[in-house]
C-alpha cells in the first residue's frame, strides 16, 4: 500500500513555525512528507530540512517525496535520538522543530501493521517494526501489568475486567490477531459502553503507546528538541490524546516559568528567568473546513513555545 497522510493543522504549523527561509528546520516526525514538503517549499538554498522517521515505510516513503528538494533529507531514527543524530551531522542549533504525534494514516490504514482494530491482521502495532509486539505484550505480561497498561495508557475504567479476560482467553489459546484480541474487549464491557462508542479504541491506544515506549521517547524527544533550539526558535507539537498533550502543556508550562522560590520569599533570589515563551496560549484545533476534509484532524491539537532570547544556559 502507499505511504498516504494528510497532514493535520497544516497551515498552523507553518505559520507557528515562523520559518524563516536560510533556517535549519527539524520534522521529527516525517511520515508521509506532507509537513516536510510544506516545510522544504518555503526554505531558500541557504536552508535546511532533516526529517526524522522511525518506520522505515515512512522513511523510504518521505525520502522519496523530498527528493525533489535539494535542501532536504530524512534519517531512519526515533525522535528521542535526535541529538546525537544532529552532532552526527555537524548541528549544533536549529531554527524550528516539528513534532507530529499522531499515528499515521498508512500504519492505520496497512491491516497488516496490527494498529487497527477494524482489520484482521498480526497483532503487531511496531512502528519500528522492531522489538517487542503488541502480541508479545497482550500473551505475556501478567493481569496486573495489562490493567495498568490500560488505566495508564488508554484511561480505560474496565481495564481490569479487561485484563482479567486476556488472560482468561490466553490460557485456552495464544492471542495473535487484532480481532481476535478486539473480540475479547468487547465482550468484556457492558452493553451500554459497547453501544455508545467502539470500546476497543483505548485499550488498542494504551498496548500501541506500551509497544512502542511512546511517553518515554515523549519525554526525552521535547527536552532534546527545546535544547536545540535556537534562541527565538520554536518548537510546535500536534497531540491527539488527552495523555501526550498533558506531557507537552506541562513541559511547555516548565520552561516558561520564571522563578521557583518559595511564595513566602520577599524577593527572588534564584535569578530563573523563564526559558521560553508560549506562542498560542491555548491549543490550536482544527477548522470547521479540514474537520469535513480530514475527520483524522478532530482530536488533533497543536502548541507552540518560543525559545527565549537569552535562555538560560
Request: glycine share 6%; aromatic share 6%; with cysteine.
Amino acid at each position: 500500500m502507499e505511504f498516504k497522510h494528510i497532514p493535520v493543522l497544516l497551515d498552523e504549523c507553518m505559520e507557528g513555525l515562523n520559518i524563516r527561509p536560510d533556517g535549519i528546520y527539524l520534522d521529527l516526525t516525517a511520515g508521509g512528507a506532507g509537513h516536510s514538503s510544506a516545510i522544504a517549499e518555503r526554505l531558500s538554498d541557504k536552508g535546511r530540512l532533516i526529517a526524522f522517521d522511525r518506520d522505515p515505510d515512512a522513511v523510504k516513503a518521505a525520502t522519496e517525496r523530498l527528493a525533489v528538494f535539494k535542501n532536504a533529507m530524512v534519517v531512519h531514527s526515533n525522535y528521542s535520538d535526535l541529538r546525537s543524530v544532529l552532532d552526527d551531522l555537524g548541528v549544533d542549533k536549529v531554527d524550528g522543530i516539528l513534532m507530529d504525534l499522531g499515528v499515521s494514516s498508512h500504519q492505520l490504514d496497512e491491516g497488516s501493521r496490527g494498529f487497527s482494530y477494524h482489520t484482521d491482521a498480526p497483532l503487531d502495532m511496531r512502528m519500528s517494526q522492531t522489538g517487542m509486539s503488541a502480541a508479545d505484550i497482550v500473551n505475556t505480561f501478567s493481569e496486573q501489568q495489562l490493567s495498568n497498561i490500560l488505566f495508564e495508557y488508554g484511561e480505560e475504567k474496565f481495564a481490569r475486567r479487561i485484563a482479567a479476560n486476556i488472560v482468561e482467553h490466553r490460557d485456552a489459546e495464544p492471542i495473535m490477531t487484532t480481532l481476535q484480541l478486539a473480540d475479547i474487549i468487547r465482550e468484556s464491557v457492558p452493553q451500554k459502553a459497547r453501544r455508545d462508542k467502539n470500546p476497543c479504541k483505548k485499550s488498542f491506544q494504551a498496548i500501541r503507546i506500551a509497544v512502542n515506549g511512546e511517553f518515554d521517547h515523549l519525554y526525552k524527544g521535547l527536552d532534546e528538541a527545546f535544547e536545540s533550539l535556537k534562541p527565538q526558535g520554536r518548537l510546535a507539537v500536534i497531540t491527539f490524546h488527552s495523555l501526550e498533550d498533558r506531557i507537552v502543556k506541562q513541559r511547555f508550562a516548565g520552561w516558561c516559568r520564571g522563578c521557583i522560590c518559595p511564595p513566602d520569599f520577599p524577593q527572588c533570589v534564584c535569578g530563573r528567568k523563564p526559558q521560553g515563551i508560549l506562542v498560542n496560549r491555548k491549543p490550536i484545533e482544527a477548522n470547521e473546513k479540514e474537520l469535513e476534509s480530514n475527520n483524522r484532524s478532530r482530536s488533533a491539537k497543536l502548541r507552540v513555545i518560543e525559545r527565549s532570547a537569552e535562555p538560560n544556559g
